[in-house]
Nanobody
Framework: QVQLVESGGGLVQAGGSLRLSCAASGRIFSINAMGWYRQAPGKQRELVAA???????NYADSVKGRFTISRDNAKNTVYLQMNSLKPEDTAVYYC???????????????WGQGTQVTVSS
């Protein structure tokens, strides 16, 4: 089992910044990638950014150049630095962990509880 606890959401004006944190615990050695997803009201959940155990990153086109995903291995924590926030970034943001068990990749099978990000215009 992997446990994920997010923090850092809140209300910010357009153009502002927030940093989300996701602390992982449990069977962290099984994690091969961490991602941040978001879900806005009436929309499907979408991948915002991800980082692999090797340090490779990828981003949704809508956040490239504005968001940065990073990790602190010593703290087992992944961060999402969000700059130049826009009202359309408003959503519940979820941290997710992708694991490998007995050599089988299971995809994003562990999720945090979500944290609300609201960007006012």
């Amino acid at each position: 089992q992997v446990q994920l606890v997010e923090s850092g959401g809140g209300l910010v004006q357009a153009g502002g910044s927030l940093r989300l944190s996701c602390a992982a615990s449990g069977r962290i050695f099984s994690i091969n990638a961490m991602g941040w997803y978001r879900q806005a009201p009436g929309k499907q959940r979408e991948l915002v950014a991800a980082i692999t155990s090797g340090g490779s990153t990828n981003y949704a086109d809508s956040v490239k150049g504005r968001f940065t995903i990073s990790r602190d291995n010593a703290k087992n924590t992944v961060y999402l630095q969000m700059n130049s926030l826009k009202p359309e970034d408003t959503a519940v943001y979820y941290c997710a962990a992708s694991t490998v068990v007995h050599g089988t990749a299971r995809g994003y099978d562990y999720w945090g509880q979500g944290t609300q990000v609201t960007v006012s215009s």
